[in-house]
């Protein structure tokens, strides 16, 4: 991760890449650009205490109970525990986990937290023919988990074919969504498959970290 800053805000950025989170309770601004990784801005808008991961499943997700539409334009999956054992989930639980601590760790109550997810694009196209995508398996994988912990979704902006820029306003909760086109998109996609084969070679235990901590 990296911080500067820009002429049209008057906060810090700090700009976070695929495996990388960061929590604070300062007046920032928190970056990243997504393809087919979810980003979940969390936050206690009663004590101003913010946070926003980056991550993916190395694998496939398969709830064991069928999505079903939400009114919000994302999938209601009813929760079970079963769907956690599998192998790529366990990644995804360590990225909320360490976002969901850290943020309890600043001071934030777990009963006033609220999340906005972003990302899970499927950012090459692929998926248009009907087949299930990596970016399919981050969507369900984040809404079932959020079920599961009673955490309340205010919005989301998931799935499609475009890349996602976000600026997540910590003291505000307030996320600003930008879409990408064009060659850029390429290069995000790289990026996160270098992520992806990363994340492969690691054994997948307790014991290991994947993600970069930030506190502020």
């Known amino acids: 991760m990296f911080s500067h800053r820009v002429l049209a805000y008057s906060q810090p950025i700090t700009t976070i890449k695929p495996g990388e989170y960061l929590v604070s309770q300062e007046d920032i601004i928190i ?29 496939a997700f398969h709830p064991k109970r069928p999505p079903k539409p939400g009114q919000q334009g994302y999938p209601i999956i009813e929760s079970d525990p079963q769907d956690f054992l599998e192998d790529s989930a366990r990644y995804g639980m360590y990225a909320m986990e360490v976002l969901i601590n850290g943020l309890l760790h600043l001071g934030a109550r777990r009963n006033d937290l609220a999340a906005k997810v972003f990302g899970g694009a499927s950012v090459l196209g692929f998926g248009r023919d009907g087949r299930r995508t990596v970016a399919q398996s981050n969507i369900e994988f984040v809404f079932e988990y959020l079920e599961t912990e009673k955490i309340p979704i205010i919005t989301s902006d998931v799935g499609g074919y475009e890349a996602r820029k976000i600026l997540f306003f910590v003291k505000e909760g307030k996320v600003l969504l930008k879409r990408i086109k064009g060659t850029f998109t390429d290069q995000i996609a790289q990026e996160e498959h270098l992520y992806e084969e990363r994340l492969k070679a690691k054994p997948v235990d307790g014991s290991v970290h994947f993600f970069t901590e930030g506190q502020t």
């Open 31 to 59: 970056s990243t650009v997504l393809g087919s990784c979810i980003a979940v801005a969390m936050y206690d808008a009663s004590n101003g205490i913010g946070g926003l991961n980056h991550f993916m499943l190395p694998g």
